[in-house]
């Protein structure tokens, strides 16, 4: 989990709020990636950059809005969220697509 | 949906005995991999299976791939309380596309 790090730890945010979520890899990786995690749900992919372009968007609703402005650095804009967005947001990397992730530990966001 | 799914959701077992968790997926792979997960934490990948391997041990685990029967399972030997995570298996279909089971929740009690 060193080798990617996410900010902040916890959110708790309103609906009309606007927040970003942080991530940094230190592997030199070239692919990174955002998955959503809600409870008794399987891990959602949301969205992949590679070579800091976007590959992989999987119908995210717009109010969730990714940044990778260089390979070691992903942001997620948040804005108007709903309750259920609620969740544990991951961040991960790999070097290439066929191989293994590295994740980050998390952000928990709670939006009231 | 390709998803894979595991396989028991849930396994409460002893310190000291096996713990065996099951991963069936629906269509061709590249690779399969398992991950842990302790509560509210990040994902910590354990081991990866290609398509063209049928099994894999590291320590005190091993994997095997059956692409016949599109399952995989993945044993724990001689478990530890600090084995008590959520473990998960994920098919990888290329072109950035993993795909992550439900997971299944192991509590080993000491």
């Known amino acids: ?112 | 949906s390709q998803q894979g799914e595991e396989d028991p959701q849930a396994l409460s077992i002893q310190e000291g005995e096996n713990a065996t968790m099951n991963c069936s997926y629906k269509t061709s792979i590249n690779n399969l991999q398992w991950y842990r997960q302790n509560s509210g934490r990040g994902l910590v990948h354990l081991i990866l299976i290609r398509s063209n391997e049928r099994e894999k041990h590291s320590g005190r685990l091993r994997v095997t791939l059956d692409t016949s029967k599109k399952s995989s399972s993945l044993l724990i030997t001689a478990s530890r309380a600090a084995d008590t995570a959520s473990y998960f298996c994920a098919t990888d279909y290329g072109g950035f596309k993993t795909i992550f089971g439900a997971g299944t929740r192991l509590f080993v009690k000491a």
């Open chain 1, 1 to 112: 989990e060193t080798g990617v790090t996410q900010t902040p730890r916890h959110l708790v945010m309103g609906m009309t709020n606007k927040k970003s979520l942080k991530c940094e890899q230190h592997l030199g990786h070239n692919a990174m990636y955002w998955y959503k995690q809600s409870a008794k749900k399987p891990l959602e992919l949301m969205f992949v950059y590679s070579l800091e372009e976007r590959v992989e968007n999987n119908s995210v609703p717009s109010r969730f809005s990714p940044e990778c402005p260089n390979s070691s650095h992903l942001f997620l804009h948040l804005h108007t969220l709903q309750p259920e967005d609620s969740a544990l947001y991951l961040c991960a990397s790999s070097q290439g697509s066929i191989a293994k992730q590295f994740f980050g530990p998390g952000t928990r966001l709670t939006v009231l």
